[in-house]
Structures are given as structure tokens and as C-alpha cells.
């Protein structure tokens, strides 16, 4: 004897909550797989806690800004290989002036650094941990060099990626939506100008 029972209206809303919740890991686990690496993880996560905000009634338990998560994903990527790179040309230049540079490089991003992760933690922004892979191929590249070749090829690396970061900042100022964000980028440019500055100096010195 088969006895049918029916299925009372919280029994079904807790069965599609249920459902929800498997569909959502489902997708936070395939926006984190494959192969990607710490800056395009970072921006994945984000990109799902994004766009659970934008769904009517769905905010889930973070709320973050695409444009602000976009832009603090880039900028601490490139904080982070301007560290590492600096830190490599200690290593390897025996030019005094390259070494000065480098040491302001670590003394300047490495507090750029900190002040965009308390920034990050406070919003809830995920943000690399480790180089991306174009950076970590740059520094390859320049790990590769012999010391004499070490000077030219960083300072070139240096003149492009402040080229890089300086429009990075000045596009995102326009698009960024957290006041914190906003006012750790107008404290940042104006080091990043003060560093592209120094490095083409330097880059006619060499010459």
C-alpha cells in the first residue's frame, strides 16, 4: 500500500534553498578552477560575490564593487612585482643608482601594499597572493640576465610598467565607487608619477 503525503510549503521552500545553495557552490567552484592563476582567481572570486549582488534579493553575505575589486586585483598584482622585481635587482645590479631605486621601490609598494589589503579586508575584496603570470614571466626573464645585461632590461621593465600603472589608476579613479578606494588611489598616483619620474632619469644614465 503506497501512502501519499503532501509536501507542505516550508518543506519545498527548504528544498529550494537547498537547491540554490548546491547551484552556488557549483559556480563558486568553477569560477575558481582550471588553470588560472592567483591574480585570475582573485578576480573570479570576486566576479561571483559581484554578481550575487546584482541579482534581485540575492546579495549573499559580502557586497563588493566590480570596478573596485577590478582595479584592486590589478594594482596589488603589480605592487607585488614591483616588490619581487625590486628585490631581485638588489640581488643582481651592482649599479649604485639601480639599487637606490629598487630600495625605494620595496620601501614605497610594500606600504602601497598594505594600505590596499586593509582596504581589501575591510570590503570583503579578494586579492592575489602570489604574481600573476605575466609579471612571474617578467621576472624570469630578468632572473635569466647576466649583471651586465640585469640594469638595462629592469630599468625598461620599470619604465613600462609605471606606464601601465599610471593609466591603471587614472582609469579607475573615474570608475571606482568605495570613498577608501578613491582616496588610496589619489595618495598612490602622485609615488607612481614620482617613480616614472626616476626611472627614465635613470634609464638616460645608463645610456
Known amino acids: 500500500m503506497i501512502i501519499k503525503t503532501k509536501t507542505s510549503v516550508s518543506q519545498k521552500l527548504l528544498l529550494y534553498k537547498v537547491c540554490i545553495a548546491f547551484l552556488l557552490v557549483g559556480c563558486f567552484a568553477a569560477c575558481n578552477g582550471g588553470n588560472k592563476d592567483s591574480k585570475g582567481k582573485a578576480d573570479s572570486v570576486n566576479k561571483f ?18 570596478p573596485d575589486a577590478k582595479f584592486a586585483v590589478e594594482a596589488a598584482d603589480g605592487g607585488l612585482a ?3 622585481l625590486a628585490e631581485l635587482a638588489l640581488q643582481k645590479s651592482a649599479n649604485r643608482d639601480v639599487k637606490a631605486f629598487a630600495s625605494m621601490m620595496i620601501k614605497d609598494h610594500s606600504k602601497a601594499n598594505e594600505e590596499l589589503k586593509a582596504i581589501a579586508k575591510a570590503k570583503r575584496v579578494a586579492l592575489p597572493s602570489s604574481l600573476g603570470t605575466e609579471e612571474q614571466g617578467i621576472k624570469t626573464q630578468l632572473a635569466g640576465k647576466t649583471q651586465s645585461q640585469f640594469d638595462e632590461a ?6 613600462k610598467d609605471h606606464e601601465k600603472d599610471i593609466k591603471v589608476f587614472q582609469d579607475a579613479r573615474k570608475l571606482v565607487h568605495y570613498p577608501e578606494m578613491s582616496g588610496f588611489i589619489d595618495k598612490t598616483l602622485p609615488v607612481l608619477k614620482m617613480h616614472y619620474e626616476a626611472i627614465l632619469k635613470l634609464q638616460g644614465d645608463l645610456k
Open 49 to 66: 560575490y559581484d554578481s550575487l549582488n546584482n541579482k534581485k534579493g540575492e546579495r549573499g553575505d559580502r557586497e563588493v564593487s566590480g
Open 82 to 84: 614591483e616588490v619581487e
Open 154 to 159: 629592469y630599468v625598461e621593465a620599470m619604465v
